[in-house]
Structures are given as C-alpha cells and as structure tokens.
C-alpha cells in the first residue's frame, strides 16, 4: 500500500487476556519501528528491526511485550496478560533503511483499551 | 540520557499571527532533530528535519534551525492557518546509536482561532 497500515485501529479488552497487534510497512522499507502514546509518558520507543539482524528489545517495558517480523515484513507486537497500564496507542513506523537522517512514516496506530 | 523538552501547551494563536514552539534537547555527539505533526484523527507526519548543525529544515512555511550552541531546535512560522491546528512534537535521533530510533518530546498542542 501507500502507506504503513495497522490493524485493528482499535481494541478493547479485559485485563489478562492476550492481544496481538499488526502492522504492514511501506513497501521496500527495510526499518520498522515500534511506538507508544500514552497520556503519562508521550511517545515511547518500543522496539526496532532491521532487515534480519536481530530486533533492538532495549524500549520493551516488561516480559510480557513481544514482537517479530516475519519475512522481513510485517510486524505483529504481542502484549500478553495485559494490564490496565498498557492502554495507549500504539503506532508503528517504517523508513527506507536504518540511520539517523533517514524519516519514519507512521501508520496511524492502533488505540488499546484495557478495561 | 538524551532526552527532548518542549514548551508545554496548550498554544492559542489568532490566525495570521507569529508562531514560536521551543524544543531543547540533551545528547551526547551530533543527533539529527525532527518536527513531527499529528492533525486532528491523523498519524505522525514528518513537518521537517535538519541533520547537522546550523541547518535549516523548513516545509509548509515552518522553519527550524540547528542550533548546537543552544541545543535548540525552536519551530516557527510567520503566519498561521486555522488549518495548522494540531500537535508538533520535537524529536531526535541519536546518530551515534545509527538504529534511528526516535526520543520525542511531550508534545505541544497548538489552536488557531480564526
């Protein structure tokens, strides 16, 4: 597509259950990115690929958040035994490749409600 | 570690008047400095960047310079639109750390009234 796509856009679910989280980045973009808003803490990073090295996990809050990239492409971010704290969106970005000038593109996020 | 710190807000502004949103940051060695924009029921856009010192990213009328000295990266723009009514984060990226993972700064919600 044109752009970075996430899915779903929202949801909502009881605390303790698992929730899975996807994100498709822009075509040929090799970087994919990881993100969180929350009303406490602003714009968090979570985590990063890059093409098959391996991810950078160093802005995943607990053990309970988890994220692959399968093929090089999509991302799908796992956050299990969820807790009322992990309401947020969360928003994914993809750039060409890794670097510090190179722009990210972001989906427009998926809003988590933990009730 | 590096961090970014933005004006609080929110800023409200009649239209066509004179915009200004301070950012100052912290980071070791030479980071490249971002403005992102999220409108109303929208994504992050990138608005402009400047990589290096005493560079200027401008876009859309908005302007921003590089400054070390200050370890500044104030937004501005002469004339706004009530159609510039959103929030403008500041951002860096770490170049020493080359993942171009981004640290924002809390966010500053601007309003145009017409």
């Known amino acids: 597509g044109a752009g970075v796509s996430q899915s779903p856009s929202n949801k909502v679910t009881e605390k303790g259950k698992d929730v899975e989280l996807r994100c498709d980045p822009i075509?040929?973009?090799?970087?994919l990115y990881w993100y969180r808003q929350s009303l406490g803490q602003g714009l968090e990073f979570l985590i990063y690929f890059q093409g098959n090295s391996a991810p950078d996990k160093s802005g995943l809050p607990s053990d309970r958040f988890s994220a692959e990239r399968t093929g090089g492409s999509v991302s799908t971010l796992t956050i299990q035994r969820t807790q009322q704290e992990d309401s947020a969106v969360y928003l994914c970005a993809s750039s060409l490749h890794q670097g510090g000038g190179q722009p990210q593109h972001f989906g427009d996020g998926t809003r988590l409600s933990i009730l | 570690g590096d961090s970014v710190t933005q004006m609080e807000g929110p800023v409200t502004l009649s239209e066509e008047a004179f915009l200004t949103i301070n950012c100052t940051y912290t980071?070791?060695?030479?980071?490249?400095l971002f403005w992102y924009v999220q409108y109303p029921g929208e994504g992050l856009q990138l608005l402009l960047k400047a990589t290096k010192a005493d560079d200027k990213g401008s876009n859309k009328g908005f302007e921003a310079t590089y400054r070390k000295e200050t370890t500044s990266f104030h937004l501005e723009k002469g004339s706004v639109q009530v159609s510039d009514s959103a929030v403008y984060f500041c951002a860096l990226c770490h170049g020493s750390s080359n993942t171009g993972k981004l640290i924002f700064g809390q966010g500053t919600t601007l309003q145009v009234k017409p």
């Open positions: 980071a070791t060695g030479y980071p490249s």
């Open positions: 075509s040929g973009h090799t970087a």
